[in-house]
Each structure stands twice: as C-alpha cells, then as structure tokens.
C-alpha cells in the first residue's frame, strides 16, 4: 500500500510559476512510476507528466511541453511538478498518482494504470 500527499497549489496570475509536490509512503518509492493528472468540473481526468520509478524517463501531455517539468527524488519518496508560464486554463485540481505495475525503466499515461492517488491539490491561475 502506498499513500501519496499532494501539496504545493495556489493561485497565481497568469505567466507565474508553481511546483508541486508529491510526498509518497513506502520503502519500496523508486519500484513505481509516478504520474500527475489534473480535473476540472468541466473536463474528465487528464494526463499531465509521468516519470519512471528510476527517473530515467519521462513523458508529458501535449499541452505541457516546454512549460511543466516533473521530477523525483527517491531519497526523499517524492515527486514534483515544476509549472512555469501557467495559463488560466491550466486551473484546475492536480492529482499524483502511483503506477506500482508498469515497473522501474517504464512510464504511461493512461490513468487507469495508476494505483494509488492522492486527494488533489488546487491549482487556479488567474488571467
């Protein structure tokens, strides 16, 4: 079992930065792959970064590219989400999950793979 804490959002103007933080439990931290989804009322859950339980691959939603950076410290059982030039339709509740299956050199997407998430952290970015 593992549990995951997001924390970090805000509300920031447009062109700002946040970083969000995931703390995970578990000594076995490094053996999953980490993922960060958000969801607005408006929009189904969607995929926003992923990176491997090792850190050696990493893969983001379109809409993300050169903007969002994810990151990990497996020392430390966390992960990050280091969001510049945020745009208003960037607000929405941002969720870390754990993929515990896929294995340490691999990385998805799909939201289904995930096994544990956390509650959500709200980000709004004001235009």
């Known amino acids: 079992q593992v549990q995951v804490v997001e924390s970090g959002g805000g509300l920031v103007e447009a062109g700002a930065s946040l970083r969000l933080s995931c703390a995970a439990s578990?000594?076995?931290?490094?053996?999953?792959?980490m993922g960060w989804f958000r969801q607005t009322p408006e929009k189904e859950r969607e995929f926003v970064a992923a990176?491997?339980?090792?850190?050696?691959?990493?893969i983001y939603a379109d809409f993300v590219k050169g903007r969002f950076t994810i990151s990990r410290d497996n020392a430390k059982t966390t992960v990050y989400l280091q969001m510049n030039s945020l745009k208003p339709e960037d607000t929405a509740v941002y969720y870390c999950a754990a993929d515990r299956r896929i294995g340490r050199a691999y990385v998805r997407s799909d939201a289904i793979g995930y096994d544990y998430w956390g509650q959500g952290t709200q980000v709004t970015v004001s235009s």
């Open positions: 578990g000594r076995t931290f490094s053996d999953y792959a």
């Open positions: 990176i491997s339980g090792n850190g050696g691959r990493t």
